[in-house]
C-alpha cells in the first residue's frame, strides 16, 4: 500500500503506475512517450495511445471522486488483463466469457490531516501552529512516498520481464493492449480485500487468476 498520498498527488500517482504495466504489457508496435512527473523526481513511459490514455484519465477521474466522497474508506483500483472466450452457445444467446490472466490491485492510502490543536484556560486560548514542523513532516512524507512509489515500479518492471508464461496468445484486435478492465471498490465492497503492493514488494508478482 502506497500511504499517506495526498489527494493532489493521486492522479500522478495512478497514471505512473498504471501507464507503466501497460507500456511493458503492450501488443506490437507501440509510440513510447517518456513523462515526468511534476510532483515527484519521477520518469515513467507511456504508450502513447491517446485512446488508452482517455480511458485511463476516465477512471482516474471516477476513483479520486469515490475518495473525495469517502474519505474514511480504503479505496482500490484494480488493472485486469483478460481472454475473451466464446461460450456455448444457445438458440437465443451467444456469451462472451472473460478469462482473467493477470489482475493488479492498487491500493492508496490517503493522508488525512488533523485540525490544529486548541488549547484553552480560564484566561486564553492557544492555537498551536504546526509551522516549520509540519513542513519538516510534509517534506519527510513526499521523500518516503517517491521511494515507494520508485521500489513499486521497479517491482513491475522486474515481474513483466520474468514472468510471461501466463501470458495468451496475441488476440487478433486493434489497439495497443490486450483485453482489459479497470474497476474500482472500497472497503464495503466484497471485491476489496487485497493489498497489491504488500503483497509484490514480498513476492514479486501481483495476483494471477488462472
Given amino acids: 500500500m502506497l500511504s499517506d498520498v495526498e489527494y493532489f498527488e493521486i492522479r500522478e500517482v495512478l497514471q505512473c503506475i498504471l501507464h ?16 515526468d512527473l511534476q510532483l515527484f523526481e519521477i520518469t ?24 473525495e466522497k469517502h ?11 483478460f481472454e475473451v472466450k466464446n461460450k456455448q452457445a444457445t438458440w437465443f444467446t451467444h456469451k462472451v466469457e472473460h478469462l482473467y490472466w493477470e489482475q493488479w490491485y ?11 490543536i486548541s488549547g484553552k484556560s480560564h484566561h486564553s486560548k492557544l492555537v ?6 509540519a513542513s519538516e513532516e510534509r517534506n519527510a512524507r513526499r521523500a518516503t512516498l517517491e521511494s515507494s512509489l520508485h521500489e513499486v515500479l521497479f517491482q513491475i518492471i522486474k515481474f513483466v520481464n520474468e514472468k510471461k ?18 474497476t474500482i471498490s472500497s472497503s464495503s465492497d ?3 480485500g487485497m493489498d497489491m503492493f504488500k503483497r509484490m514488494l514480498q513476492t514479486g508478482h501481483p495476483t494471477m487468476l488462472s
Avoid at 507503466?20 to 513523462?35: E, N, Q, S, W, Y
Avoid at 474519505?71 to 488483463?81: D, G, H
Avoid at 498551536?128 to 514542523?133: T, V, Y
Fill in 165 to 182: 508464461d501466463h501470458i495468451p496468445p496475441i488476440p487478433n484486435m486493434e489497439g495497443v493492449s490486450f483485453p482489459y478492465e479497470i
Fill in 128 to 133: 498551536l501552529d504546526p509551522g516549520e514542523s
Fill in 71 to 81: 474519505p474514511n474508506k480504503k479505496n482500490q483500483i484494480c488493472l485486469s488483463f
Fill in 106 to 116: 492498487i491500493n492508496i492510502n490517503v493522508a488525512q490531516h488533523p485540525k490544529p
Fill in 20 to 35: 507503466t504495466i501497460f507500456f511493458h504489457r503492450a501488443l506490437g508496435l507501440v509510440r513510447p512517450k517518456d513523462i
Fill in 44 to 67: 515513467y513511459v507511456q504508450c502513447g495511445d491517446a485512446e488508452l490514455e482517455k480511458k485511463v484519465d476516465e477512471k482516474i477521474d471516477q476513483f479520486i471522486d469515490k475518495v
Fill in 190 to 192: 466484497s471485491a476489496f
